[in-house]
Nanobody, 121 residues
Framework: QVQLVESGGGLVQPGGSLRLSCAAS????????MGWYRQAPGKQRELVASITSSGSTNYADFVKGRFTISGDNAKNTVYLQMDDLKPEDTAFYYC???????????????WGQGTQVTVSS
């Protein structure tokens, strides 16, 4: 069984920073990519940023220049450094991993439980 555990959310003032972490554990054969999505009340879940196992990154336009995604393949962990946070960044942030648990199964997406990020003065 695979688990994704997020940490690092909280309350921060506008212009502040937070760092989210997500560690994948369990029966994992190979991780192809990991990423962060977010969902605000009344809105659809949206991609924030993703990173492949080779280090290629992808960012949503609304976070470019403010957020940085990085990963540690040895620890099956992905990080999201969020700087210059804005009130509109307030949302529940979910970790996502595209992985394969063994050679006999197909790769699929797994999700964490999420962590709340609130940006408010």
């Amino acid at each position: 069984q695979v688990q994704l555990v997020e940490s690092g959310g909280g309350l921060v003032q506008p212009g502040g920073s937070l760092r989210l972490s997500c560690a994948a554990s369990g029966s994992i054969f190979r991780i192809y990519s990991m990423g962060w999505y977010r969902q605000a009340p009344g809105k659809q879940r949206e991609l924030v940023a993703s990173i492949t196992s080779s280090g290629s990154t992808n960012y949503a336009d609304f976070v470019k220049g403010r957020f940085t995604i990085s990963g540690d393949n040895a620890k099956n962990t992905v990080y999201l450094q969020m700087d210059d946070l804005k009130p509109e960044d307030t949302a529940f942030y979910y970790c996502n991993a595209d992985l394969q648990i063994n050679l006999l199964t197909s790769r699929r997406y797994y999700w964490g439980q999420g962590t709340q990020v609130t940006v408010s003065s």
